[in-house]
């Protein structure tokens, strides 16, 4: 049978130490038992024989008429109970366990002879009863079980049950000063995954923990470094690129044959699309401000942009509480879906909004051939186009992408899915 492990690395670590500390206390005290084993069992069978060779003594020099007097000063001031053997007494013997006991017998009968008895019980009276002879008389000799046992102490116990606690707590903070670096680590890690700017992590601890921090201090200021340097240049490229573009688009103006005035006049429209996408994806309003608005106006504002297609476009929006949103990159990755859906998605285009377990979903729905499921990741990725598809539409594949960086900074998550009836559903949820 399997036994499910915890899912934390802290709760593996410290249930692990536990297991270590639990065996190497039974370790130890197995060690302990099987070392005083032979001194204490020698201790018992010695106390043994001297009270039974010390009572034989008493008995034998005591005068008959004064045996009675012996024996009840005995049992009054010392505890031991002696009387003679009788043919009808009712005997239960000595247990097995603990072994220590039965070593004990075998070392006292080897003093005193082996017809030597022992019993647990003589009629009915517990205790550690042993036989001695006194020429052809047997006597029984009954030793309290306090004098042979050995109770573990209370003050024992207590500074055991201390050490045992201690041992648990140091387990417990060893185990969470070798999680928490790496939990520091995991969360920045999925901040800096999420397109954000972690703080630095402390470089402080082992040296190994040093090390990992440094590295990723390091990792995170290079790829905050290089999305300003990629910044840079694209913004430098939209300068430069404008501004000839500028003049094309005014000589195409002036050719006065319609069809070549016409396609040079949507050529430079596409490559000003491709250079707005690029600025768009390079810049991403990562440092824009969260505020909180109704997501319904941010949509109807968007879809109202889109004159000459809105009046395609079905709105279906769920009156919900407003959301704490980046609303230009919210409007930048709608408009994205909506000009995905305007190309490709057959004329019919739905937009929806409405709250799902707890969050809110905004999602495009067209009409279009779709996304083969094999490919709805891949798209995802910047520079993807599918070429088969779609071959009579040119762009630079990052539609998508940045729809997908606008999800992920507002903590939220973009699907592509399959529309029953044939289609595409594009859906962006995000936390409510």
């Known amino acids: 049978m399997n036994v499910p492990l915890p899912n934390s690395l802290l709760s593996r670590a410290f249930l692990l130490i536990i297991i270590l500390i639990v065996l190497s206390l ?39 008429e004064w045996r009675a007097a012996l024996l009840a000063e005995l049992a009054e001031s010392e505890g031991l109970r002696v009387q003679i053997a009788e043919i009808d007494e009712v005997l239960d013997p000595l247990p097995d366990h603990p072994p220590e006991l039965r070593m004990m017998v075998e070392k006292v009968r080897h003093s005193l ?29 009954a030793l309290p079980s306090e ?96 501004t000839p573009l500028a003049r094309v688009r005014l000589a195409a103006e002036l050719i006065s044959e319609a069809s070549l005035r016409e396609g040079l006049s949507a050529d430079v429209e596409q490559m000003d699309a491709v250079i707005r996408q690029f600025l768009d994806y390079a810049r991403l309003d990562e440092n824009e401000t969260a505020v909180t608005i109704e997501a319904g106006v941010l949509v109807r504002e968007v ?33 994205n879906l909506l000009d995905n859906a305007i190309k490709y998605g057959g004329g019919e285009i739905t937009v929806r909004l409405y709250s799902e377990a707890g969050k809110a979903v905004l999602a495009v729905l067209d009409r279009g051939t779709g996304i083969p499921a094999e490919q709805r990741e891949s798209v995802k990725r910047p520079f993807i186009r599918l070429e088969a598809a779609r071959s009579d539409v040119t762009g630079a594949g990052l539609g998508l992408a940045i729809v997908e960086r606008a999800a992920r900074l507002h903590h939220g998550e973009f699907s592509l899915d399959e529309r029953a009836g044939g289609g595409l559903v594009a859906k962006l949820v995000l936390p409510q």
């Open 26 to 64: 039974a370790a130890s005290v197995t060690i302990f038992r099987h070392a005083e084993q032979e001194p204490r069992t020698r201790q018992m069978a010695q106390l043994v024989v001297s009270v039974v060779n010390l009572t034989r003594a008493a008995v034998m020099s005591a005068a008959p």
């Open 147 to 242: 004098r042979i046992e050995h109770p573990v102490s209370q003050v024992l116990l207590m500074w055991g049950s201390v050490v045992l606690l201690l041992a648990l707590l140091g387990a417990y903070f060893i185990a969470r000063q070798v999680v928490h670096p790496l939990k520091r680590l995991a969360l920045s890690a999925q901040q800096l995954g999420l397109g954000g700017i972690p703080q630095p992590l402390p470089e402080r601890g082992a040296q190994e923990v040093i090390a990992v921090s440094a590295a990723f201090n390091q990792m995170s200021a290079d790829l905050a470094a290089n999305e300003r340097e990629r910044a840079l240049v694209l913004a430098g490229i939209s300068h430069d690129l404008r």
């Open 303 to 335: 879809v109202n942009s889109f004159s000459a297609a809105s009046r395609s476009i079905n709105l279906e929006l769920q009156d919900m509480p407003a959301l704490v949103v980046r609303p230009l990159l919210l409007k930048r990755a709608l408009a």
């Open 113 to 141: 002879g082996d017809n030597t008895r022992f019993a647990a019980q003589l009629n009915g009276v517990e205790a550690l009863w042993v036989s001695f002879f006194i020429g052809g008389e047997e006597f029984w000799v």
